[in-house]
T-cell receptor, first 115, second 109 residues
Framework: GAVVSQHPSRVICKSGTSVKIECRSL??????MFWYRQFPKQSLMLMAT?????????EQGVEKDKFLINHASLTLSTLTVTSAHPEDSSFYIC???????????FGEGSRLTVL | GQNIDQPTEMTATEGAIVQINCTYQ??????LFWYQQHAGEAPTFLSY??LDGLEEKGRFSSFLSRSKGYSYLLLKELQMKDSASYLC??????????WGAGTKLIIKP
């Protein structure tokens, strides 16, 4: 079945540095990928919708200059957390689907800890 | 506004049956999803309903009533590994997924 791979699974960084998270669709072309953030014991919060070849659509309250999203190809989207702060520590998850019908496939998630 | 309501937490006994309800109010409807999420892991797909009725998949079944804005996930023959959060999500008229807060299911021996 379709698989979405996310890397890295865990990352620890110092405050003020930038971290890049990759999301790849391994056996299908994903024109749209979604980036979520999840705090402990809370549900998924959609941050942005990443569209191949165009700018990402950010949800209200999500800083586009802080969370840079690039969807350069049909199989790769990246999320860069710029100038990370401890409050950015969270579980970041990407997902992708095949067209408008059917299920979304999730990446394994990336746990970011900012010291 | 749009919202998805599901119970915060439920407890059930190993071997029993549990039903997790989800009610929704969204601008349009293009399908309802159930996902399972174990602590610290990404969600995994369980079911997709777009027409009214019951979809059965092994021990799991999902029901949808569009007129009532209601769905449930039914888990039979509960196993300890079913302890997880169950997320209900509805795709609205813009094909955006609206997520519920999730139901934490605790299975006791």
């Amino acid at each position: 079945g379709a698989v979405v791979s996310q890397h890295p699974s865990r990352v620890i960084c110092k405050s003020g540095t930038s971290v890049k998270i990759e999301c790849r669709s391994l056996d299908f072309q994903a024109t749209t990928m979604f980036w979520y953030r999840q705090f402990p014991k809370q549900s998924l919060m959609l941050m942005a919708t990443s569209n191949e070849g165009s700018k990402a659509t950010y949800e209200q309250g999500v800083e586009k200059d802080k969370f840079l999203i690039n969807h350069a190809s049909l199989t790769l989207s990246t999320l860069t957390v710029t100038s990370a702060h401890p409050e950015d520590s969270s579980f970041y998850i990407c997902s992708a689907g095949q067209g408008d019908a059917g299920e979304l496939f999730f990446g394994e998630g990336s746990r970011l800890t900012v010291l | 506004g749009q919202n998805i309501d599901q119970p915060t937490e439920m407890t059930a006994t190993e071997g029993a049956i549990v039903q997790i309800n989800c009610t929704y109010q969204t601008s349009g409807f293009n399908g309802l999803f159930w996902y399972q999420q174990h602590a610290g892991e990404a969600p995994t797909f369980l079911s997709y309903n777009v027409l009214d009725g019951l979809e059965e998949k092994g021990r799991f079944s999902s029901f949808l009533s569009r007129s009532k804005g209601y769905s449930y996930l039914l888990l039979k023959e509960l196993q300890m590994k079913d302890s997880a959060s169950y997320l209900c999500a509805v795709r609205d008229s813009n094909y955006q997924l609206i997520w519920g807060a999730g139901t934490k299911l605790i299975i006791k021996p």
